[in-house]
């Protein structure tokens, strides 16, 4: 049963542990349920390869209330290459998002995990080819310079304007680009729909569309993954005397907690809740390495605490970063940030006295595997202050494998053995590939003193892992919200 439903049945919310529900006139058209929570440490599954196994999500929802959201009338490409308006698109279709492979982006086949609408000032965007787009101002969509609102707010991200140029999708290849001609507002809210799918984005009206990922997560409690992911907000109220609990009991290993990996701890309700010091203390007190992801700059406010308990337990900031060669970056990853631009953050973060690690992944086999391109990567990663570096081989899941099979042969069929041999017996590269690059990495690492982590003091798990490390895609979904956060 929903929330509109349980409203009107019952009055008011049926929410474990609701204590009470709360507007204010701060936060315009959003409701806080605040609860108590039983419990705040969430034990990752036993089959995820993230390397760590606890997690702390303070709120559920966000106030963010980054609603990337379309007309119904949107076209959107479905997999059996059919066209379908966004308003008729259903939880379980499968449609095309995209992918990275090589120097292009493809179509990548996925499933809409979420489906929901909402009512929002809208504004029409217009391209030289005649093509246009009804969506928020909030709506992201790929452009040759990244990911970039359509209209300038109050989030201080990158926005469209008049002759940047936008990625489009024609027969398959994710491509081509088409200048902006024309934004403008409409008149009046307009009732509009977007989706969550298994990629991150989708094909709209031939151009390739972001969205949120985290949203499907809400219906969990019996919300809907659209409006009511941005206007009720679950907030655990008594979350850091629970966890000072928790972490106090005989029982708690002091194994690492990781924040940010759900819903933004540091969210605008953060500014009203101020939870996030309570529990940084109680974590710090108990001898509890943590990290931290977020695109919120209610962090700023946290940065001298974190800089003080970072002196009692290991403080981890991670950022991913393949590449530092910005014309063979602009080939291999185009639509990421500038390879400068992550550099600057890694400083911004070790410059306040924080640990700050840095995935490099996804390395490509035979591409960016050679020892100057690496060592090229780890002198600058080194020279911005980054406290450790860890090298994670390309991971070719089923639909990007194809997909990638396609590009090689088309791009560089002198590697097509190569690849067939590397990746022979699955999506991750096999084992004497990860042991030749750990071999040629070490001494690489060694020389500019990257041999740490993020969690300096050797906090994480050190067992045998099941599977080789966290896949590429994985790590990028959670460590673009922290490269948000210091854009």
Known sequence: MRWDAQRADRGQLALPGLVRTVRTPEFADITFH?????????????????????????????????????????????????????????????????GRLGNHRHRVPTRVLAHWSTVKPAFRVTLEDGTTLVASGEHRLLTEQGWQQVAEGMTGQPFLVNGIRLVTDVDGVVEPRLAVTNIEPIGGPVVMYDITTGTGDFIANGVVSHN???????????????????????????????????????KWRREHVAMGTNTDPYQRAEGRYKLMPRIIEALADSGTPFSILTKGTVMVRD??????????????????????DRELQQRLEPGTPSPQARLDMIKRVTDAGLPCGVMVAPVIPRMTDSREQLEAALAQIAEAGATGATMIPLHLRPGTREWFAAWLERERP??????????????YANRAYRDWLGERVKPLVRKYGLQGSSFPQGSLPQATPKSPPVASEQLELMLQQNVDSFN
């Open 34 to 98: 605040e609860v108590h929570a039983k419990s705040v440490l969430n034990r990752v599954p036993a089959s995820s390869s993230m390397p760590f196994q606890w997690t702390i999500n303070p709120y559920r929802g966000c106030s963010h209330a980054c609603t990337y959201c379309l007309a119904g009338d949107t076209e959107i490409l479905m997999r059996d290459g059919t066209i379908r308006p966004l308003a008729e698109v259903n939880v379980g279709d499968e449609i095309y998002g995209t």
């Open 303 to 324: 940065i001298p605490l974190l800089a003080k308990v970072s002196k009692q337990v290991p403080v981890g900031i991670g950022v991913s970063l393949a590449l530092v």
């Open 212 to 250: 949120c990922f985290a949203r499907n997560t809400h219906t969990y409690l019996e919300f809907d993954a659209g409006r009511d992911f941005d206007t009720q907000i679950v907030v655990k109220v008594n979350a850091p005397e629970v966890v000072a609990k928790q972490v106090r009991s005989p």
């Open 414 to 427: 002198d590697l097509l053995d190569d690849y067939r041999d590397i990746y022979a017996r699955g999506s």
